[in-house]
Nanobody, 120 residues
Framework: QVQVVESGGGLVQPGGSLRLSCAAS????????VDWYRQTPGKERESVASITRGGSTNYADSVKGRFTISRDNAKNTVYLQMNSLKPEDTAVYYC??????????????WGQGTQVTVSS
């Protein structure tokens, strides 16, 4: 069984920073590509950043230069460092992980989401 859990969300003032974590646990062989998404009420979930197992990254234009995605393969954890936060970054942030389990089956797992609120 595999679980993906996000953490690190909260309330921050504009211009502030937060670091989100996405931790995978369970019968894991490898954590492959991981994506961060975000969603606000009434809108579709949008991709924010992605990272391959080898560390190649991609970012949405709206967060380039402010957000940094990274990973620690030994800990099966991916991070999203968010700096210079803006009110429009307010959303529920989700982690999506492509994971191969110890039975060599590969599946996509979503976390439950973590709320990020940017407000003064």
């Amino acid at each position: 069984q595999v679980q993906v859990v996000e953490s690190g969300g909260g309330l921050v003032q504009p211009g502030g920073s937060l670091r989100l974590s996405c931790a995978a646990s369970g019968t894991i062989l490898t954590v492959n590509g991981v994506d961060w998404y975000r969603q606000t009420p009434g809108k579709e979930r949008e991709s924010v950043a992605s990272i391959t197992r080898g560390g190649s990254t991609n970012y949405a234009d709206s967060v380039k230069g402010r957000f940094t995605i990274s990973r620690d393969n030994a800990k099966n954890t991916v991070y999203l460092q968010m700096n210079s936060l803006k009110p429009e970054d307010t959303a529920v942030y989700y982690c999506k992980a492509n994971i191969r389990n110890r039975f060599f089956a590969t599946n996509v797992y979503w976390g439950q989401g973590t709320q990020v609120t940017v407000s003064s």
